[in-house]
């Protein structure tokens, strides 16, 4: 093999190398930036659930309190103990 057939091949190995590692760098980081995605989307929805539980719960505070209201000026206007 010639010097410069030798210099020829250790400059593709060694081209081959750093496209390499360059493509391995590069699959790393989306890996990563694809798992750091799909935890933020997990907080984003624990949120989101927890934002829905308190309506939920807010609305059957408020059906409560109006049937408290209701009962209560019923038995106001009829004294009747049925209402309390």
């Given at each position: 093999?010639?010097?410069?057939?030798?210099?020829?091949?250790?400059?593709?190995?060694?081209?081959f190398?750093?496209f390499?590692?360059l493509?391995?760098?590069?699959?790393?980081?989306?890996?990563?930036?694809?798992?750091?995605?799909?935890?933020?989307?997990?907080?984003?929805?624990?949120?989101?659930?927890?934002?829905h539980?308190?309506?939920?719960?807010?609305?059957?505070?408020?059906?409560?309190?109006?049937?408290?209201?209701?009962?209560?000026?019923?038995?106001?206007?009829?004294?009747?103990?049925?209402?309390?």
């Amino acid at each position: 093999m010639t010097e410069k057939t030798a210099n020829a091949a250790l400059r593709f190995i060694r081209n081959f190398a750093i496209f390499f590692a360059l493509l391995a760098t590069c699959a790393g980081g989306l890996g990563y930036i694809v798992v750091q995605g799909e935890k933020e989307a997990d907080r984003s929805n624990e949120w989101i659930l927890h934002t829905h539980n308190i309506m939920v719960t807010a609305e059957e505070l408020a059906t409560l309190l109006e049937n408290v209201l209701s009962s209560q000026r019923g038995y106001m206007l009829t004294r009747d103990p049925e209402f309390m």
